[in-house]
């Protein structure tokens, strides 16, 4: 159930969704739904669905833009298997014609009680020792109602022995976490889109454990992980983790769920994961990844930035990107504060709670600012056209991406909302920051169960306000709206430092291209020297438009097969890259496109360049007081983390 606070000013569309449709009025029973994973690890999820039916047409859809993905990715293509029966007989059904995702069946006069059986293909967020079960991958239910008005109850069955983690109500035995095995373990009524929203997380070996436990209401931290050592985390992970509540609780002085759990798989194989809900996150990495702090900087911010969108994202969400069911196409204009602000504020949460040093944070920043300021394609298209165009950008094909843009409203907006920050606090001699407008802007309301609530780009311009007046709406267009050639390095400057190249790598840079997954494939950061990005089994990933190597007419997707008559490796090439410093002959590259072979030769006599981060001195440091703790301290009697038993 959703509670509703009286202070708020709740938008029209939001009072619209409050009528009860003709659908759900005659509808008392909930559809019941259980899942049953004890195949994940074949990768298959059975479902069995009873739907409340009268007799007559019946539409059923499952979902096909699910929040958070920003583009229609519900897993239809994988449903299969799909038997609909009633009263022991099959029924027939057709698929929409033009709706992939709607089931159409004719209901028997007579029959109350529609059941579906269904199987879902699941290749994504599962291995033989752990699985997500995403909701949307086998729910099905009736089309044209809002979700929030169809009332459903779920079950699961997980693979004998394995614990399970959800921000979904348990009721019954008590067997939860860790279900006795072979048990069905059910859980309390709720809604469709609360129930897409509230995804489980089951694994072999399994871990949970309550975060800050002074802190109301109570948060989680379930851990699943491909090898058996993984999933109980190391102390000072815990202790940080629980730090981010912490940190988190003194930044928003809210919350809009019940009880709040992190769901993480460490996982070479599952595939990488980042997918925010109300209640909980879905946080997926390689299984080394919390094995030290040097595997965690990769991945630092990751918990920091889902955890955000509890309160940036789902409970405040731009209005374009809420809708009430999962059919209409959601609508990214205002993704560069969904996101970009849940970026900014992602990476401040991490530096704060311990997660990253301040130092590790300013590396990390300089990383993407460097990248944000040499993408060409700002010169044709504006930050906000790569929010409303994002799910068409989410593809991730790297040839020629820094000419196209890529979804650069997460790190474009997170210099914005640095900018205004720094901002505020010269303006207001440092008495006031960005935390006064998260306050007002994501506080408003105060506590509350899971809640939506929809804003504007003027609201946002008000709240500001707010904090200090000062042309806002002026202040956010030129950065968002407007063609860039340079990216807003304003708030770097302002918080007393500035972004410039070195000869060597940053030291955040070194120790995550030493720890970085093996599958991530690093090889060579040649991107501000001659500019390319090279994979480290020599494939060109990227060239960088009107860089040194596009002059010489290189292709994305090229092999480098030998750097100045040396066999290729990324030694090879930082060596080359070095050597031709100062000289006047070019680098020469040999590089193979599909079956032919060429001669490149890169006029460029600058030496390595990675991006740095420097002290300007004599500046206040407000890069410094925004990193800093804020959270009163523990009390000392309080562990920070406790393995949880069984409930
Ligand atoms: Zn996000």
């Not at 009430?324 to 900014?344: I, K, N, P, R, S």
Request: hydrophobic share 40%; aromatic share 8%; glycine share 8%.
């Amino acid at each position: 159930m959703h509670s509703h606070s009286r202070s708020i000013c709740i938008p029209a569309i939001f009072t619209i969704l409050l009528t009860v449709p003709a659908w759900a009025q005659s509808q008392n029973a909930p559809i019941q739904i259980t899942a049953d994973l004890s195949d994940a690890p074949r990768k298959l999820f059975h479902a069995e669905i009873d739907l409340p039916v009268a007799a007559g047409p019946l539409t059923l859809i499952t979902p096909k833009w699910i929040p958070g993905d920003h583009r229609p990715t519900g897993p239809v293509d994988g449903i299969t298997g799909v038997v609909f029966t009633a009263n022991g007989q099959t029924l027939p059904w057709r698929r929409g014609d033009v709706d992939l995702y709607e089931f159409h069946l004719t209901i028997p006069a007579g029959v109350t009680t529609l059941h579906a059986h269904l199987d879902a293909i699941t290749l994504t967020n599962v291995s033989p020792k752990l699985a997500y079960l995403e909701w949307d991958k086998l729910m099905l239910y009736p089309a044209n109602v809002p979700v929030r008005d169809i009332p459903i109850q779920p079950s699961v069955i997980v693979p004998a022995g394995w614990g399970l983690g959800t921000a979904l109500t348990p009721i019954g035995d008590g067997a939860y976490p860790v279900p006795a095995s072979g048990s069905t373990t059910h859980f309390a009524v709720t809604n469709v889109e609360q129930l897409e929203d509230g995804p489980v997380l089951t694994g072999q070996y399994f871990h949970e454990f309550a975060l800050a436990p002074e802190i109301s209401p109570k948060h989680y931290i379930d851990v699943a992980s491909d090898m058996a050592e993984d999933s109980n985390l190391r102390p000072e992970a815990l202790a940080e983790i629980a730090n981010l509540v912490r940190e988190t609780d003194a930044l928003y002085r809210s919350h809009h769920y019940n009880q709040y759990h992190f769901l993480l798989s460490l996982s070479d194989t599952a595939g990488g994961l980042g997918l925010e809900h109300g209640q909980s996150s879905e946080n997926g990495i390689g299984e080394k990844e919390f094995s030290d702090g040097d595997h965690q900087l990769g991945d630092a911010d990751l918990l920091a930035h889902e955890f955000t969108h509890s309160w940036n994202g789902k409970y405040r969400r731009p209005v374009g990107l809420y809708q009430t069911d999962f059919a209409t196409a959601q609508q990214g204009a205002l993704l560069w504060v969904y996101e970009g602000m849940t970026q900014y504020l992602g990476n401040v949460l991490a530096a704060r709670s311990g997660l990253r040093s301040q130092a590790q944070y300013r590396d990390v920043l300089a990383i993407s600012a460097a990248n944000l300021d040499c993408t060409p394609g700002r010169e044709w298209r504006s930050t906000a056209d790569t929010a409303v165009a994002a799910s068409i950008l989410r593809d991730g094909n790297p040839a020629w991406a820094n000419w196209k843009r890529g979804q650069d409203y997460y790190d474009e907006g997170e210099l914005v909302w640095l900018d205004a920050d720094t901002l505020i606090r010269k303006m207001t001699n440092n008495q006031k920051s960005l935390d006064d407008f998260q306050k007002i802007f994501l506080g408003k309301g105060g506590n509350t169960g899971p809640l939506i609530v929809t804003y504007t780009f003027d609201e946002l311009v008000r709240d500001l306000n707010e904090v200090v007046p000062y042309d806002w709406a002026t202040f956010l267009h030129d950065r968002v709206d407007k063609i860039n050639p340079r990216a807003d390095l304003a708030g770097i400057e302002r918080g007393g430092y500035k972004l410039v190249y070195a000869d060597k790598p940053n030291p955040s840079e070194t120790v995550m291209t030493a720890n970085a997954p093996p599958t991530a494939n690093v090889g060579v950061n040649a991107w501000y020297s001659i500019g390319l990005r090279v994979s480290a089994d020599s494939e060109i990933k990227d060239v960088r438009w009107n860089g040194p190597a596009d002059k010489a007419k290189i292709v994305p997707g090229s092999k480098i097969i030998a750097v100045n008559g040396q066999v290729f490796s990324p030694d090879a090439l930082g060596a080359a890259i070095r050597d031709a410093k100062g000289k006047s002959e070019p680098i020469r590259l040999i590089v193979q496109l599909d079956n032919f072979v060429s001669i490149a030769d890169i006029d460029y006599h600058d030496g390595e360049r990675y991006p740095v981060l420097q002290r300007v001195e004599g500046m206040p440091v407000y890069m410094d007081d925004i990193t800093k703790p804020v959270a009163p301290p523990a009390p000392a009697q309080s562990k920070s983390t406790t393995e949880n038993p069984e409930r």
